[in-house]
């Protein structure tokens, strides 16, 4: 059995397999080593996440299965945050979860981890920013008060206390919010409806999940491929390949 | 344990999570019901493939885990022929599995399945046309000889006989070879290298799969959710959903 890469998170993980996402990317990248599992909960925040996270990785997916396999993952990505941000009285406010209760989930969901997989990599990933304009464009349901159910200013707290969950967990995390920014087009290079990821959005999360799984010593190089490669293969003599 | 289906085959499916891939938009239509796993093998013929079976798919995924979870898989879809239908005479040789030995190696393929998993739906594909001129113009490797390494006429007579195998075996099966070349620009609209498939290509092939799944009872609506959706949760209660 090949070794997994499991991506936890909310539509922005459900989504990431369509419009050339990240999780599509990832795997194609590890085509022929890893197999990435997706684990998408649209509009989810870290309270709810919590309330199935035992039913999302159950026990028996840790420890051995009876092929003597590891069943622990490589690596699992956290990327929760952009609906416990919806603002508490605007018309997100049942996505609400307090920033103080998002850091104490963020670090029981790090905690669950730890315990079920002691060897896997944890890669926590902060919410994008907000594009307030487009998100008065597009609005997911009924907005009578003509306002954003989401600020860039609120979505940049939670994205602090996300980095700070990281540093006290000692795991490594994905600036995403900050990242972004530094293009000055972001709302609209990155962003197709001021929260969700266009093409471009996609590569980035993408090529920084690659980059922190690289400095963790998982890249293609380190990892054993899945049967010989085509150009291995002698063409002289195929079958001495298999 | 959401179920998975599992896609076996050469570089057409190996490439099905890049470019808007019928792989990845399969993982994405599923995202919330079953797991789409990657078993593509660039360049593999069925001669190859019938060496690597069984590690590919090994017995211990068959039978019931430990958690009392079915391992069999709802599906596989088996995706060769395409190098197989490298002429003998021209470059890719090495490639070339004769026609009868192709269809005896479909025939072992179904049956390791049949074997392995009796439930499973088995779904055949048979190779995609060819554009000979686009394969003169992007060759695989030195082609001293000036002519295509694959002729669309071979092409052809693969897969006529992978439809027959389907037909012999009673399994369902996608003749995209007669299908892609219903459009009169086939060549340009679904083939980027006279070979793999473009972005229109690959809708055609995710299009095919998801119907002929619906045929066999396999849709999103007769599947159960993997936890509740988002717009079934109640906001002026969400917790309750949980």
Chains 1, 2 share one sequence.
Not at 32 to 44: A, E, F, I
Not at 85 to 93: E, K, M, N, T
Not at 164 to 187: H, T
Not at 214 to 230: I, Q
Request: with cysteine; glycine share 8%.
């Amino acid at each position: 059995m090949r070794p997994k890469i499991y991506l936890f998170g909310d539509s922005i993980t459900q989504d990431s397999f369509t419009q050339d996402g990240w999780g599509a990317s990832l795997a194609h990248h590890f085509s022929r080593t890893v197999d990435v599992v997706l684990r998408g909960y649209s509009g989810y925040n870290t309270r709810w996440a919590l309330k199935v996270l035992e039913r999302v990785f159950p026990a028996t997916q840790g420890g051995v299965d009876d092929g003597g396999t590891d069943r622990a993952p490589l690596a699992v990505t956290v990327f929760f945050g952009a609906n416990d941000a919806c603002l508490p009285d605007r018309y997100g406010a049942f996505q609400h979860v307090p920033l103080h209760e998002y850091k104490q989930n963020l670090h029981s969901i790090v905690s669950f981890f730890r315990k079920q997989w002691p060897k896997s990599h944890i890669l926590l990933i902060t919410p994008p920013p907000i594009d307030e304009d487009a998100r008065l464009k597009y609005p997911y349901s009924d907005n009578p008060q003509g306002l954003p159910e989401r600020t860039n200013e609120a979505a940049g707290e939670y994205a602090r206390s996300c980095i700070a969950v990281a540093e006290e967990c000692g795991v490594p995390v994905i600036d995403l919010w900050s990242k972004m920014q530094q293009c000055p087009d972001w709302g609209k290079e990155y962003l197709c409806d001021g929260l969700h990821l266009t093409r471009s959005g996609n590569r980035v999360v993408f090529e920084e999940v690659i980059t922190k799984l690289k400095d963790k010593g998982l890249s293609l190089e380190s990892m054993p491929v899945d049967l010989p490669l085509f150009a291995d293969i002698d063409p002289k003599d195929p079958l001495k390949a298999f």
